[in-house]
């Protein structure tokens, strides 16, 4: 269970900042062997303070973990023939990162697996840096002798969909009823680099796909738009941001709003604190009612919906309908900085031979 992950205390943000700065498929940076530090020692008294007003940590391990064992419960009824299941969490920028599983998936004699994103929406920085850092551990030999294949995007997968709009739902609730279809629903993502976006990554289409079939489960009652968050550093990046179209909102006399975190699956320092907090207060000061639609966290929809994704790869792998990656994983990705995807086919068609 491949994702960015987060400190789970206070004293790990440094290491994750330092991590996360380091990735050169997240935030290419020049010089960055010696900028990424210097950012990181920079920004971490502000980053730590942020963890320490959200309870002192991220919560986003304890969730994975949790939806981890749901889902391989789950699969041992639904595909007995390749039970017992296990999850392994593997974060890019927090414990545990790829190399500590991948030492212990070694360790568990682990000989197939499945690298699935967490991220339902692909995009070269995020689920490509996980895929290029899975790779270099399989070239180097950590991992073992083992028959990998890739689930690498599901943003439009219908149990995701539900789940979704069932926590969309909820949040509509706690609005007056002659209010309620009124109210503007807000798809809130992380946002990307223009200069990601423009050499082709298909993050920005998919995360649209996903608002596209969560208004049509909704029956489009509702008015909504799609804006981006945790913009970072001066250049330029995807937006409307979210601050900005709540500003515009209260402009228009749209007091009534629910923030909708779309492209993440578990509550971390982006629903805690931004949108939870910052958000939370801007549109407070803008006379604005802000209900947020909770994370997927543990639902019971979400933790089956996890199951059926890997259940279903499962059946059309061993038959044969799916190869070991999707057709993007094929090709070198247009916004990757690390020549590695292009070599990942190859690599995980092999791993088993």
């Given at each position: ?6 400190p789970?205390?206070?004293?790990e943000?440094?290491d994750?900042?330092?991590n996360l700065?380091m990735d050169?498929d ?9 900028l990424?530090?210097l950012i990181a020692?920079r920004?971490t008294?502000r980053i ?7 309870g002192g940590g ?15 419960a789950?699969?041992?009824e639904?595909?007995p023939?390749?039970a017992p ?5 593997a974060?890019?920028?927090a414990r545990?990162m ?5 030492r212990q998936m070694?360790?568990?004699g682990?000989?197939?697996a499945?690298?699935f994103?967490q991220y339902?929406?692909?995009s070269?920085s995020?689920?490509?840096?996980s ?17 990998w ?13 539900e789940?979704?709009?069932q926590?969309?739902?909820?949040a509509?609730q ?11 629903l807000l798809?809130s993502?992380h946002?990307?680099p ?7 990554d298909?993050?920005?289409l ?5 608002v596209?079939?969560v ?8 008015p909504?738009?799609?804006?981006w ?10 937006g409307m941001q979210t601050?900005?179209a709540l ?12 923030l ?6 578990s509550?971390?320092i982006?629903?805690?604190?931004e949108?939870?907090?910052e958000y939370?207060k801007e ?6 009612e802000?209900?947020?639609?909770e994370?997927?966290?543990d639902s019971?929809?979400?933790?089956k919906?996890l199951?059926d994704?890997?259940s279903q790869?499962l ?5 044969g309908?799916?190869?070991p ?11 990757c900085?690390n020549?590695?995807?292009?070599q990942?086919k190859?690599?995980?068609a092999r791993?088993?031979?």
């Amino acid at each position: 269970m491949m994702n960015m992950g987060g400190p789970s205390t206070v004293p790990e943000v440094h290491d994750f900042l330092k991590n996360l700065f380091m990735d050169g498929d997240l935030i290419p940076l020049p010089f960055q062997r010696f900028l990424a530090p210097l950012i990181a020692k920079r920004r971490t008294p502000r980053i730590e303070q942020q963890y320490t007003d959200i309870g002192g940590g991220s919560p986003i391990l304890r969730y994975t973990q949790l939806q981890g064992e749901g889902m391989c419960a789950l699969l041992d009824e639904m595909n007995p023939e390749s039970a017992p299941h296990k999850s392994y969490v593997a974060f890019r920028y927090a414990r545990p990162m790829t190399d500590e599983t991948a030492r212990q998936m070694k360790a568990d004699g682990v000989k197939r697996a499945v690298a699935f994103t967490q991220y339902p929406q692909y995009s070269c920085s995020t689920t490509g840096s996980s895929l290029n850092e899975l790779y270099r551990k399989g070239k180097a030999g950590e991992l073992g002798d083992v028959e990998w294949s890739v689930i690498d995007r599901w943003g439009t997968h219908p149990g995701f969909v539900e789940s979704v709009a069932q926590r969309i739902e909820a949040a509509l609730q706690k609005f007056d009823p002659s209010k309620r279809n009124e109210a503007v629903l807000l798809f809130s993502a992380h946002s990307l680099p223009m200069s990601v976006v423009n050499r082709g990554d298909p993050y920005i289409l998919e995360v649209s796909a996903s608002v596209s079939s969560v208004m049509e489960r909704l029956g489009n009652r509702n008015p909504y738009r799609l804006v981006w968050q945790s913009q970072v550093g001066p250049s330029a990046w995807m937006g409307m941001q979210t601050s900005e179209a709540l500003k515009g909102l209260a402009r228009l006399g749209k007091k009534e709003v629910v923030l909708v975190p779309i492209a993440f699956t578990s509550d971390h320092i982006e629903t805690l604190y931004e949108l939870d907090l910052e958000y939370a207060k801007e549109g407070e000061e803008l006379g604005m009612e802000i209900h947020r639609a909770e994370s997927l966290n543990d639902s019971p929809v979400f933790i089956k919906t996890l199951a059926d994704i890997v259940s279903q790869h499962l059946k059309e792998y061993t038959s044969g309908k799916v190869g070991p990656t999707s057709v993007q994983l094929g090709l070198r990705c247009p916004g990757c900085t690390n020549a590695t995807c292009g070599q990942q086919k190859s690599w995980l068609a092999r791993a088993g031979q």
